[in-house]
């Protein structure tokens, strides 16, 4: 596991070789890394890089938070999607609090983004990493975002 500095607090990222496998929010200081991992979350806060390319293996969770999770990782950056878009695009328009859920259990935050999931109405509700943290990523891709847009 190697730890990252970021804005909105330290990031556990475990790895396996040259695939990360787990995104953890508030990590314990521990060793820092060159793994491609590092280097582009470092590139995100900085807001450098918008799409990330590093592997990714998603572990765990059922057949519905898997699907769920694939959804979340077509969310383009700077952009916000509801849960409930999120449930009907999965077939069931009724399953938003269980879309919710399966964000909750997304291993590897912030490179597969649920915080881009919002409430109806793009209310700001749960996030695992708490929602301060959800609002300052949230913000940083709006903000490059425009940046990029206006030139």
């Known amino acids: 596991m190697f730890v990252v500095d970021s804005p909105i607090g330290p990031l556990g990222v475990a790895v396996s070789g040259d695939t990360?496998?787990?995104?953890?929010?508030?990590?314990?200081?521990?060793?820092?890394?060159?793994?491609?991992?590092?280097?582009?979350?470092?590139?995100?806060?900085?807001?450098?890089?918008?799409?990330?390319?590093?592997?990714f293996e998603m572990r765990?969770?059922?057949?519905?938070?898997r699907a769920v999770w694939g959804e979340i990782a077509k969310i383009p950056y700077g952009e916000m999607v509801?849960?409930?878009?999120?449930?009907?695009?999965?077939?069931?328009?009724g399953a938003a609090r269980a879309v919710g859920t399966a964000c909750n259990h997304n291993p590897i935050p912030v490179i597969v983004p649920c915080h881009?999931?919002?409430?109806?109405?793009?209310?700001?509700?749960?996030?695992?990493?708490g929602l301060d943290r959800k609002r300052?990523?949230?913000?940083?891709?709006?903000?490059?975002a425009l940046a990029r847009a206006w030139g």
């Open 136 to 144: 300052r990523l949230l913000e940083l891709e709006a903000r490059i």
């Open 60 to 65: 765990g969770g059922s057949e519905f938070e």
């Open 20 to 55: 990360v496998v787990g995104v953890r929010f508030g990590a314990r200081p521990g060793p820092t890394g060159s793994h491609p991992a590092v280097s582009q979350l470092e590139a995100y806060f900085a807001g450098e890089l918008t799409d990330f390319s590093v592997p």
């Open 82 to 93: 509801t849960y409930g878009a999120i449930a009907t695009a999965l077939g069931d328009p």
């Open 116 to 129: 881009r999931v919002v409430g109806a109405g793009g209310k700001m509700v749960g996030f695992g990493g």
